[in-house]
């Protein structure tokens, strides 16, 4: 039952590697980094005290690139569904990379700065060299695309968060939600992000290597705040019903049918100006083929990724993408893609180990999100 | 007299006469991790030594349990079905999965004592 850590030469280590160590962590590789899948509390518990409090997870694995450039913002939506003009400077914006197919190469987060000339992104840990290529192949050789390795990515993410961070830096009081900031924190330059991927209100802050592991004890010091590995991101995110790269998206699916419409500027679509546009266009208009849907199971197991979703006359219309136990509900969740004609379905069957599990068809998230509005 | 072997694959079973209990082992649940849902195999069924028996998934993700001994279950612990965290609170003896009757006690030679047992997991 135990799985033994690979000694792959090519596994990485990030800043805080020897402190979670030392917090006890149980160390797996994701991603190309080793990472803590958990710490001795366990799962469960990090999972209820990120809803609960506040947790800090190490995120270093994350790539996290600036390019730099005059008119950079106009050449990256020739790559991007989004619309720089209409974000204030220091906002961020979720957003996809698609191919000519209209497909997802990864997802990201990208911020306009306060500075015209530079942008921010932040992308997951394995695409982080298919995204660069993607970059280069797309982007005037102009442009410097430089990867910040010199910064580590820790997030706080939790209803206490603000609460928190505020007696290490006042003014990040009040920030808005998808929004970021470069403050000076003692004698270096943090960049500070209300953003996460629990549903909760959170930063994220990216920050030296070498101040990294002093920053995050800093932080330990409130009695609110306790470690959180991957284990409890995964469920946190999966209650939230955000997608994960790899996984509930991919190379293969679109962002009209995992539900991401939201996140596309329709004025781009119309105009049909950026890669993958031409692609996504008439599913934008005229609605997907399948969607991305939350599934409640009958009983107690778990429908994990892989798992067949069957319709009431036993013909198969589609397959759970991730799946596991919500410690926030107490029960069963799992999310998937059934063809769009099912989807106001009462009822679908997942087939867990041959059985044929009734299951609820909801739409996501299966927890509200609880993220930051500022009172006007 | 109980007498209790081990598998390579983490299960224990405590033998007494012909009837076994069987469960995981406390390094079993500490990989594990929280666990969330038992599976358990239905009374009367018979196994083979080996052979999978039952499903203990945790947060992370499903195990399969192999039967340490070949024969008929003729009890499982139904208090699994309402609190599987019972396993991670106490694997050893409140979280026992099944009870089987033994067929052919010579096939316990092929499990470990507690003495091999415990330097298999290097403590």
Redesign the interface.
Known sequence: ??ELINENISIEKTSLFDFHNKNNA?IVPFGGYYLP??YSS???AEHNHTRSKASIFDVSHMGQIEINGPFVMEALEKILPISFSKLAPGKIKYTQFLNHEGKIIDDLMVHKTRDENSVWLVVNAACKQKDINHLRDNLNKKFNINVRNDLSLIALQGPKSEKILVDLIPKIKGMEFMSSIWFRYKNYEILISRCGYTGEDGFEISIPNKHVVTFTEELLKNNDVKLAGL?ARD?LRLEAGLCLYGHDINIEKNPIEAGLKWSICKDRVDKQDFIGGEAIANEYIEGPKKNLLGFLPKG???A?EGTLIYDASNKLIGEVTSG??S?SLGV?ISMGYITSSFRNEKEVFLNI?GKKIPADIIKLPFVPHNYFKRKK | MTDIFYTKDHEWIKVNGDEGVVGITSYASEQLGDIVFVELPEKGNSFDQGKDVAVIESVKAASEIYSPASGEIFETNSSLEEKPEIINEDPQERGWLYKITIKNKDELKNLMSEEEYKKLIGV
């Open positions: 039952m135990s149980k899948i958990n366990g799962i469960i284990g469920s107690r197991a778990p994990r596991g136990f410690p069963p180990r």
